[in-house]
């Protein structure tokens, strides 16, 4: 039987990129280096061995690239945010500085498509079309995302319709990209689509669950992180929506975080809103809602690694 998690693991550990300039390319070495749950590669080659018993070159690479872009995308929302970690460790930008990370950034995108363009050559045409167009997507979706930093409020629509281009979309590729290039018919590669945009969903709304009430040293980066950089998230939406005392709400995300002090009142005090308005558990209900979602639009396949996953990739949030 075929070890998905062992075959990601050497793809990585053994994954190379040029030497020089080692200031250009380090910063890749080490953002690949730091780890993730490489969920968008481990989708890829779940999918593809629905259809196919073997892995080679034609399906690692492309797997590989799903996860450089992935990282790319990391590498330039981390100077956006000013986050200091990810997964525990320093970010690109804070190990080395903001243009460092920029241009690291850049040739990690190109990076990507240099491995996508390994696809076998009778995919490789539809391969390319269904990554640039998530690529763009994700782009798009941070574009909205810097947008909702300036607005007082977003609509819950609005909201969704961001993370399903920032975070869905890609999940989405990845889950129809190892189809694709296993051959699936047209019908299956697109519900496995809709399989990965739905877990996505749900993986962005455990994501900003996980962020406020998840354990720091499991999550990967400080807790509070949204409610600190009053960044707009499913919890602040659903409370924006629930709250009969919304002036209280806009003031508690205003509050100061300069220093330790400051973060932690700031962190608790908003908790306390989201707990008092039951967001918390309606993030919970969300996740089931979404995931169940996903399992729907699988249901012919009758492939148990589908629900096994679904239930890795949100299960710690549920």
Partial sequence: MIDIKDIVSKLFADIQFEKEPAGLYDPLRYMISI????????????????????????????????EVFHSFTLIHDDIMDKSPLRRGQDTVWK????????????VMQIDAYKRLAK??????????????????????????????????????????????????????CSAKMGAL????????????????????????????????????KVFGKPIGGDIVNKKKS??????????????????????????????????????????????????????VRYSERAMEAVKDFQAESLRVFAEKLVGRAK
Avoid at 36 to 61: S, V
């Fill in 35 to 66: 780890g993730g749950k490489r969920i968008r590669p481990t989708l890829c080659l779940l999918t593809y061995l629905l259809y196919r018993d073997d892995i080679d070159e034609a399906i690692l690479e492309p797997a590989a690239a799903l």
């Fill in 95 to 106: 190990k080395w500085n903001e243009d460092t990370a920029i241009l690291s950034g850049d």
């Fill in 119 to 172: 696809a076998p050559a009778d995919k490789v045409g539809a391969a390319l079309d269904l990554f640039s167009k998530t690529a763009a997507q994700v782009c798009e979706g941070q574009q909205y995302d810097m947008e909702f930093e300036n607005r007082a409020e977003v609509k819950m629509e609005d909201y969704a319709k961001m993370i399903g281009l920032k975070t869905a979309v890609l999940i989405a």
């Fill in 181 to 216: 290039i296993a051959g699936a018919p047209d019908k299956d590669c697109e519900a496995l689509y809709r399989y990965g945009y739905e877990l996505g969903m749900a993986f962005q709304v455990a994501d900003d669950y996980l962020d406020a009430f998840g354990d720091e």
């Fill in 234 to 287: 499913w919890l602040t939406v659903r409370t924006l929506e629930k709250t009969s005392d919304k002036k209280a709400f806009l003031e508690a995300m205003e509050l100061p975080a300069d220093t330790p002090e400051q973060k932690a009142a700031k962190i608790a005090k908003v908790k306390a809103i989201y707990v008092a308005c039951g967001v918390d558990k309606d993030a919970k209900a969300e996740i």
